[in-house]
């Protein structure tokens, strides 16, 4: 989560420089792929911030919350701890 939110954080301030925050936004893909395991919807959140005016919606950041916060739905309907 801290990797997304910084990232979101960082290209917000790169809006006008864009080879930079796509650098940016594939790094945050790797290092989120390294650390959660492929993922779709971490392909689906790096589409939308390729797209030049949905950049500025935090998409790692919720991309990451919703899937931690369905891993935790899993776990519940299943009775893990």
Known sequence: MLVAGV?????FGMVFLPPVQWVLDVATA?????????RWPLLIALGIEVVPVLELFP????????MASAEGGRKAMSGER
């Open 59 to 66: 998409a790692w950041t919720l991309f990451v919350a919703a």
């Open 7 to 11: 990232s979101d954080v960082l290209g």
């Open 30 to 38: 790797l290092v989120l792929f390294a650390v959660l395991g492929f």
